[in-house]
């Protein structure tokens, strides 16, 4: 049901950041940041939220002098996306 | 973006729309091509029988069916834009190729009546083959890249053989660069859509 759905995904932002890291291998801050239209205090607040439930890792290094973070979806990650996307899925077949 | 509370159709909006800008998804259901593909095979064939039966007016099945078709993909392309939720770029990019191709095969058919036929067969295959080639890179879609290469080799064999084998050499084409691989390239679709 709606309340079943995991909170750390069902978020506005936090699922767009989900949902663009289960398909690309890796993305850094800013196309992030580009995609989801999002201000850069609010994305870094809500990356960290799901770095801490294991959803995701975060490495930041340097390219040509410019601090660079780099973000990847972990297989727990990719686990919590597949189930919320069932989860929804289940919702929407009650709701029909 | 902001920080609130989602419905689950919100969440489903979500997921897909940023899937699609991220991701080279499968952004083509095939249906063009096959339809495109089963519309010039039967044509390329059709004449041909016609002028095995010496039948003079053999090409008439061209100026019927190729019209039929336009009017039919220019409705299937505004129903499928509508109902789009998210343009991406390789969606953008697929639209300036295939229209850039139309605007290519209208003119090599207009240089049907000018050059004749050998030149003009030979241009609208290796234009099969381009046009299907870069979707398939855009894609990421072998079968379309292969399936080219077999139109490219069509299209150069096409011009050590006689005018009346143009057609056969044309259905060719057309079964390796548009039939097989959109077939392909639906089955793959749907059942991506399944996921």
């Known amino acids: 049901m709606f309340k079943d759905l995991d909170p750390v995904l069902h978020s506005q932002l936090r699922l767009a950041v989900v949902s663009i890291l289960v398909s690309v291998k890796e993305a850094e801050f800013t196309f992030l940041k580009e995609k989801t239209s999002s201000t850069a205090g609010n994305l870094s607040v809500q990356l960290q939220k799901i770095k801490e439930a294991g959803y995701i890792e975060i490495e930041k290094k340097f390219k040509d002098n410019y601090p660079q973070t780099i973000c990847r979806i972990t297989p727990k990650g990719v686990e919590a996306f597949e189930k919320y996307v069932k989860d929804l899925q289940q919702y929407i077949n009650i709701k029909k | ?195």
């Open chain 2, 1 to 195: 973006m902001e920080e609130k509370e989602i419905t689950p159709d919100q969440s489903l909006f979500i997921i897909q729309s940023m899937i699609n800008t991220a991701k080279n998804k499968l952004a083509d259901d095939g249906f063009l091509l096959i339809f495109w593909g089963w519309l010039v095979f039967v044509s390329a064939i059709v004449n041909y029988i016609l002028f095995l039966l010496k039948f003079e007016w053999g090409f008439i099945v061209w100026p019927i069916l190729m019209p039929i078709g336009g009017i039919i993909t220019a409705i299937y392309s505004a129903r499928s834009k509508k109902k789009k939720l998210v343009r991406t770029y390789i969606d953008k990019y697929l639209g300036y190729l295939w229209t850039g191709f139309g605007i290519a095969m209208a003119l090599a058919l207009f240089s049907l009546g000018v050059c004749g036929m050998k030149s003009s067969y030979f241009s609208l295959m290796l234009l099969y083959g381009f046009v299907t080639f870069v979707s398939g890179g855009l894609l990421d879609f072998k079968a379309l890249r292969i399936g080219a290469l077999f139109s490219f080799a069509f299209a150069l064999g096409s011009l050590f053989v006689p005018e009346l084998e143009q057609f056969l050499f044309l259905a060719g084409s057309i079964l390796c660069s548009y039939i097989i691989p959109g077939h392909l390239l639906r089955n793959e679709f749907k059942s991506q859509q399944n996921v």
